[in-house]
């Protein structure tokens, strides 16, 4: 491994030096001084009982983690697995997976700074396919699991592995997070249960919907079998208000103002109005027999669906027309009163009725556009069965096996709605402090036909991503004081992704204003949430074409049966891996592990590349080494060294299809050459225990990073699905594979402090960097050049308190990320703002039977901005709300 430490001489130094230090340090607790191998105990109560559990798991494992335990069975602080997940020192999440800004519920996980595509995410062990609701998110075929199919219901515990171990599945070159279940042997009472029955309030949408979850197991009296059943049943409703950067461009360079030629500006400033309603439902089932004490089996199935149809009404004001003067309608005239320029950009400027042609109401002398985008069907699902054997051969040899399916998709129809308003009062923008487009359209509260008709736009989008796995494990205990367990295994997969989408196709008569009644045209809330300044004419309220409106014109003249094959793909991936590995004990102090992983991946790609073949085949093989090293300094005092090698696939969207924004002529296209990303990984900690409910930690890390993603810019010619399918050409971010680092360091203080009270804290700072220059990408040598790693934030902490006593519970968590890129478009970059969330929970238990709850997500409601470039191009501002749940938990 390439590190500038060189790994032989760090394991060297680390052994000797801890090993002498071992001589004369106070033995350890008894808990901690051997890796707990046996089963976790699940039924933990209470917050400072939960903390107990984690820290003592994290203490007594060889590598390096973090764990999560449930408080109780079925309670968890949190909605989604990822919610628990933010609040881990180097861990970071983000509620959406493109450049759309955020939906309101956290969505992917990500570990030390890097892309979310470098983390696995495995459940008990073996991959979970997954999909996404949104369009984008679907094309972009990701990895990374999307975790609003996961509810907080079905954790048992949460590992984080930090440092790899050659036992793991390869994957996350990051590192990777195992979501365990609880298991039905693990109860302590032959039958046992709990149901938890909430209220979901949104502030911003103004709506109450009901959750329900509830857990039944059941097991005989001699422990050797035992089912588990758990449903789930989560509705809630979003509304998001935004404001959006729609179209930037640049001005004409011949524009007569010299001013303003060539300037960046906003074409269609957007007052935007996201409606949503997720309902989340499935339920997990397990059983589990032991045949005999010796051999044991588990019997697995999951199954999770989210239906979450949503509407975005966008509401621009139009200024492309008087800056292109003839030929869009508009005539090359001069702003009407003041207008400014900023680093470049045009962040403020109006025009009167003057500059439009044709005003007054004639076809094609709009001022205003609305664009009604409905998805009404959108629908992700994942599930799986899965089948886990245990055979103790003898004392010392124990067998584990695990074969699977799973299977996720996605699909929705997304169809846009397009209408034009005309008046002779003009348009215009000005972009105020916090980002936000306040738009200029005196008149804009009243849709005036203009004879220009209704624009329709659509498609149906659908993914398929299945997996079938095998794996066989053996441990053998060996009679050796050095080398203790020697561990050996393979495991092999064959996984399948791949993309449908058809274009839409509209009936005769689709585009007549005619059939816009007079009662289809409503208008934005009075106050649309988050009081987002949309004019400066006092009260003024956009109007609005009713959704169910749009959904019965989509029904009546959309059909959807042209396959847009350009963005179609199909992908075979098969992957086969051997690993061995041996656990060792140089000292009474000082434990670790080394193995190395071999893995062989297989890729046969079916898809459409300008100017390329429709398919293409590689094959890769890895070699990942991994050494953990822990070793007890001191009394409660522990350190750790790892070092490893890591691996992760590109995206599935990263090797095939592409995502193009016809109106502007931009998209990310894809690159089927593309080689895994490959890291060189050290880790450095030391962690005081200094209390059973306390720790003190600190550590470093470093990765060196082959073929990290960035994006090329090229020009490629697609066809033009808002134009008859005619070929035009696109500017094109393409994937390709550079080089990077991260350097960073973790600090972590969790204390109870008497009196029921503890403290929870924790500081990440990452500095991820492109280190190759890519000539036609933004990390390029330029001086505006920018070299950051795709989501990497600098800065990332929490700060968390409680209040505990026998009866009553209250946490307050507070979780912050500063700035990170999101991602690439049309050779541009977008950003995400630093922003945090403010959480809160409290448990009343009246008894021990029955506990009332109450939880609040997003209390600071902070403003979510996106921007292109830098910060003078805002491509969205977004309030997503705050969120209220209140219920009751009956358990026995």
Not at 280 to 307: C, H, I, M, W
Not at 431 to 457: R, S
Request: glycine share 10%; hydrophobic share 35%; proline share 4%.
């Amino acid at each position: 491994m390439k590190l500038q430490l060189n790994p032989v001489a760090a394991a060297a130094l680390f052994v000797v030096s801890t090993a002498a230090l071992s001589q004369t340090a106070p033995a350890p607790a008894a808990a901690a001084s051997a890796p707990d191998d046996g089963v976790q105990q699940v039924e933990v109560t209470g917050i400072r009982a939960s903390m107990q559990q984690s820290l003592q798991s994290k203490r007594n494992s060889s590598s390096r983690v973090e764990v999560i335990t449930a408080e109780d069975v079925g309670k968890m602080p949190d909605k989604n697995v990822a919610d628990s997940l933010q609040r881990i020192p180097g861990v970071t999440t983000t509620s959406a997976g493109s450049a759309e800004g955020s939906f309101g519920e956290n969505e992917h996980v990500q570990l030390r700074g890097l892309s979310s595509q470098l983390t696995l995410t495995t459940l008990n062990g073996h991959l979970v396919s997954t999909g996404d609701w949104y369009g984008p998110n679907i094309a972009a075929g990701g990895r990374s699991v999307t975790f609003t199919l996961l509810p907080s219901d079905l954790i048992g515990k949460v590992t984080v592995n930090k440092s790899s171990r050659a036992d793991l599945p390869e994957g996350g070159a990051a590192g990777t997070v195992d979501i365990d279940t609880r298991h039905p042997l693990d109860f302590k009472k032959t039958l046992s249960g709990v149901a938890s029955l909430e209220a979901a309030h949104s502030d911003a949408a103004k709506k109450t919907d009901p959750s329900l979850s509830a857990l039944i197991n059941w097991k005989n009296n001699d422990s050797t079998f035992g089912i588990l059943g758990q449903v789930f049943s989560q509705t809630r409703h979003l509304q998001r208000a935004g404001s959006e950067g729609v179209w930037w461009d640049k001005t004409p360079a011949t524009y007569p103002i010299s001013d303003l030629a060539g300037k960046n500006v906003s074409y269609l400033s957007g007052a935007v109005l996201f409606e949503q309603e997720r309902k989340r439902e499935g339920g997990y089932l397990e059983a589990q027999l032991k045949v005999d004490p010796r051999l044991s089996f588990n019997l697995s199935g999951f199954y999770s669906t989210v239906d979450a149809k949503n509407y975005n009404t966008n509401f621009m004001a139009d200024t492309v027309n008087p800056f292109n003067g003839p030929g869009w309608n508009g005539k090359t005239g001069t702003p009407t009163g003041d207008y400014t320029v900023t680093n470049g950009t045009i962040s403020s400027v109006f025009f009167g009725k003057d500059a439009f042609a044709n005003n007054g109401g004639s076809a094609g002398a709009f001022s205003a556009v609305e664009d009604v985008a409905i998805r009404p069907d959108a629908k992700t699902d994942s599930k799986f069965i899965n089948l886990d054997g245990k055979w103790l051969v003898s004392d010392k040899l124990t067998l584990t096996s695990k074969i699977g399916t799973t299977n996720g998709g996605a699909r929705t129809k997304d169809v846009g709605f397009e209408v034009w308003s005309g008046w002779d009062q003009g348009t215009g923008y000005t972009v105020n402090k916090d980002g936000i487009l306040i738009l200029n359209v005196p008149g804009g509260d009243t849709l005036t036909k203009t004879g220009a008709g209704i624009g329709g736009w659509g498609s149906y989008t659908s993914s398929s991503d299945r997996e079938n796995y095998a794996q066989l494990d053996a441990t053998l205990r060996l009679d050796n004081d050095l080398v203790h367990t020697l561990k050996w295994g393979a495991r092999a997969t064959a996984h399948r992704r791949s993309l449908t989408k058809l274009g839409m196709t509209l009936a005769a008569g689709a585009a007549s204003e005619d059939l816009i009644t007079d009662d289809a045209i409503t208008h934005y809330s009075a106050n649309w949430y988050g009081g987002l300044p949309v004019n400066p004419t006092p009260g003024f309220s956009p109007w609005k074409i009713r959704n169910d409106f749009v959904v019965d014109w989509m029904n009546q003249y959309a059909t959807f049966t042209t396959h847009a094959t350009q963005q179609e793909f199909d992908i075979k991936e098969k992957t086969g891996a051997g690993y061995v590995m041996a656990e060792f004990s140089p000292t009474d102090k000082v434990s670790g592990d080394f193995g190395v992983r071999v893995v062989r991946t297989n890729e046969d790609i079916d898809a459409f590349l300008p100017g390329g073949a429709p398919n293409y085949k590689k094959s890769f093989t890895d070699v990942l080494p991994s050494l953990n090293l822990r070793a007890d300094l001191a009394k409660d005092l522990v350190g750790r060294l790892a070092l490893n090698r890591g691996l992760s696939r590109p995206d599935f969207g990263q090797l095939a299809g592409n995502d193009l924004r016809d109106l502007q002529h931009n998209g990310v296209g894809s690159n089927p050459y593309l080689d895994p990303i490959r890291s060189n990984n050290l880790d450095l900690s030391a962690e005081w225990y200094f209390g059973p409910k306390s720790l003190l930690a600190v550590g470093f890390f470093a990765s060196k990073l082959d073929g990290v993603i960035a994006y090329g810019h090229q020009q490629l010619e697609y066809q033009n699905a808002s134009n008859g399918n005619a070929v035009e050409v696109y500017d094109i971010s393409s994937p390709v594979n550079t080089q990077g680092r991260v350097t960073g360091f973790e600090l972590a203080f969790q204390h109870t402090l008497g009196l029921g009270f503890g403290v929870d804290l924790n500081y990440t700072r990452s500095n991820g960097k492109q280190t190759e220059k890519l000539a036609t990408g933004t990390c390029n040598g330029s001086a505006t050049e920018d070299c950051t790693l795709y989501g990497t934030s600098k800065d990332v902490y929490n700060i968390g308190a409680f209040y505990e006593n026998d009866s009553f519970s209250a946490r307050l968590a507070y979780s912050h990320r500063s700035t990170y890129k999101l991602g690439n478009r049309g050779g541009a970059d977008y950003f995400q703002n630093g922003n945090g969330q403010l959480n809160l929970a409290l448990n009343y238990n009246v008894n021990d039977m029955f506990a009332l709850t109450f939880e609040a997500q997003n209390l600071t409601d902070p403003l979510l901005k996106v921007y292109k470039t830098d910060t003078t191009q805002v491509a969205g501002v977004y309030k997503a709300g705050k969120m209220y749940f209140g219920g009751v938990r009956v358990k026995f």
